[in-house]
Every structure is written in C-alpha cells, then in structure tokens.
C-alpha cells in the first residue's frame, strides 16, 4: 500500500465529505451521505467524528460515530483509530491533493474498506476520475466504488 509521503495534520484537520467509497457493513440503511471531522487534541491524538445523513448535509443525521486517532509514524500518513474505546483500525492516507488539501483517500492495510473524500460535497468530475485512476494503480477496484448522491 502506497501512503502519501507527509500529511500536515493541522491542514487535515477539519471537515471532509465522503464523495465515493467500498460498500461495507457500517454505513447501511438511511447512511446516504456522511462526513468526517478531524479535531487536534491537545496529547497530539486526533478526535474523529463520522457522521451518516439521512438525506442532505445540513438535515438530520441517522448515525454518528466517535473515535480517537494518534498518528503512527512522522508522515503523517499513517494513523491508528479506535472507535468505541475497543475497536483498532488503520487509516492510511493513500491520496491527498498535497497542495490546497482539497481532496484525499483512504483506506486499510488490506484494502477492504476505501473513502474518497473532499471538502466540498463533491468534487469537478475531471479531479474524481483522476483520482479513482490513480487509486486503479494501486490495486483498488473502481467498479466497487459507490459514488455518493451528490457526486453522480
């Protein structure tokens, strides 16, 4: 797995929309559109907040979700999340527009699970498709993605 050389978490900090993802078990049902809320915590862990919409951004959400991350090593790119104090994961960041922060994906070790996310409910269709083509090289399967209703 590819991880994207340095992330500046204070720049990654913030509010991303999920604009494409796998289909997997935790975001079912009425989960149509999500978000992701980086804050950075004072110990230089990261408090997350994953948010699932019933419909658009802004109405009620149906599922909310909190955790805590530490970055894993000094890029910055990799962080161990746990969710309900119990639960591990990695969270790789595999791409990320390095410039404005505008934009980035994410996933696991085993490639299972994948977020494409944006600060913006949804991104140009030119900077999407460029981004599902490089995450193709890597290994991931493009046809698994579901787009989110605003990026379609």
């Known amino acids: ?3 994207v050389p340095e992330v500046d978490l204070e720049r990654y900090a913030g509010l991303w929309y999920q604009v494409g993802r796998y289909p997997n078990s935790f975001q079912t049902g009425d989960c149509g559109d999500s978000t992701a809320e980086y804050s950075l915590r004072e110990d230089g862990t990261i408090s997350v907040l994953n948010r699932c919409w019933t419909d658009e951004y802004g109405g009620e959400y149906s599922q909310q979700v909190q955790a ?6 000094e890029s910055g790119s990799w962080l161990r999340v746990v969710f309900f104090k119990l639960f591990p994961a990695s969270y790789l960041i595999i791409e990320l527009d390095a410039e404005n922060y505008q934009w980035a994906a994410v996933s696991t070790p085993a490639k299972r699970t994948l977020w494409i996310l944006s600060r913006t409910p949804s991104l140009p269709p ?7 083509a490089s995450l193709a090289a890597k290994g991931f399967d493009p046809e698994k993605i579901t787009r989110t209703s605003r990026q379609k």
């Open 1 to 3: 797995m590819l991880l």
């Open 126 to 132: 030119e900077t999407y498709e460029a981004i599902v």
């Open 68 to 73: 805590v991350g530490k970055p894993m090593d």
